[in-house]
């Protein structure tokens, strides 16, 4: 059985090596948000306990998230195992996890923060057909007109700002480097460099999962 636990900043590139693996491995995506959405639609007791945190605005607890991933890992597509995306967040969620599954591998692709910086401020799309171009990696052919439909309404997210950024930077490590601690004592945990050809990263991820 393999099961994993993916890490990765904003701008990574984490969700196409998530498509990939589980191309590769057949090994389903797990999401929190995902499997929250799917407990509130069927109206499980997890899912209705869960909805009225959701109705109030409030963050689901713990508790209620990890009697989901119980539910959830007795489905008959998790015997091989899973690949958890966005979950544990911290330490005592790691700790509950392990109590649940065992976690084979931790992936975390790791990109410098000046470079995530430069993908992500870098970024803007077309207003209507949704086009999305790079300033540098990927620019329109006519400076201020969309290659795809020709609209002339091209424009920047406002969360895509430098400091923006950095704060979403900041708060993924501040999370994030305890968990690794952990997860490196137990001598699962993989650093991929992010910072390459998406062919390279997904490469070494299949390795590392072997
Ligand atoms: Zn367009």
Redesign the pocket.
């Known amino acids: 059985m393999t099961s994993i636990v993916l890490f990765g900043p904003p701008g990574a590139g984490k969700g196409t090596q998530a498509t990939r693996i589980t191309q590769s491995t057949g090994l389903p995506q797990v999401s929190t948000g995902d499997m929250l959405r799917a407990a509130v639609k069927k109206g499980t007791p997890t899912g209705i306990a869960a909805k009225q945190f959701m109705d109030a605005g409030q963050l689901v607890p713990d508790s209620i998230i990890i009697d989901l991933i119980k539910e959830r890992v007795k489905e008959p597509d998790a015997a091989n195992g899973l690949m958890f995306d966005g979950f544990p967040r911290t330490v005592p969620q790691a700790e509950a996890l392990a109590n649940i599954t065992e976690v084979t591998h931790v992936i975390a692709i790791e990109v410098p923060d000046s470079k995530i910086v430069e993908r992500i401020c870098g970024r803007y799309s077309?207003s209507?057909?949704g086009?999305v171009f790079h300033d540098k990696f990927n620019p329109t052919s006519t400076k201020g007109i969309?290659d795809?439909?020709g609209?002339g309404e091209l424009k920047r997210r406002a969360d895509d700002n430098e400091t923006t950024v950095k704060q979403r930077l900041n708060a993924y490590h501040q999370q994030t480097s305890p968990l690794a601690d952990w997860y490196e004592n137990r001598g699962i945990f993989h650093r991929i460099d992010g910072d390459r050809e998406i062919d390279n990263i997904t490469q070494d991820i299949l390795l590392a999962l072997k």
């Open positions: 077309c209507s057909c086009a969309c795809e439909c609209s």
